[in-house]
Nanobody, 121 residues
């Protein structure tokens, strides 16, 4: 099996910064695309940012120029640097990854359990 474990959430004031991390572990042959999604109370889960194994990135318009996604392929870890945080960024942030498991010839998609980010004064 494969696990995704997020860390780095918390409470921050508007204008502040946080850095989220998500590490994939388990029976992994290769981690392909990785990404961050978020879900605010009463709203649907939405894409925040994604990154391919080659480093190509994609961002939601609402976070462009404020958030930066990156990854360390050697550690099977993806990061989300969040700057200039706003109250509307408050949500549970989930890590997502497409993984080729050892012994399989197709990718599986996994989700982490989420980490809470609260932006409030």
């Amino acid at each position: 099996q494969v696990q995704l474990v997020e860390s780095g959430g918390g409470l921050v004031q508007p204008g502040g910064s946080l850095r989220l991390s998500c590490a994939a572990s388990g029976s992994i042959f290769r981690v392909n695309d990785m990404g961050w999604y978020r879900q605010a109370p009463g709203k649907q889960r939405e894409l925040v940012a994604t990154i391919t194994s080659g480093g190509n990135t994609n961002y939601a318009d609402s976070v462009k120029d404020r958030f930066t996604i990156s990854r360390d392929n050697a550690k099977n870890t993806v990061y989300l640097q969040m700057n200039n945080l706003k109250p509307e960024d408050t949500a549970v942030y989930y890590c997502n990854a497409g993984v080729r498991r050892v012994g399989y010839n197709r990718d599986f998609r996994y989700w982490g359990r989420g980490t809470q980010v609260t932006v409030s004064s």
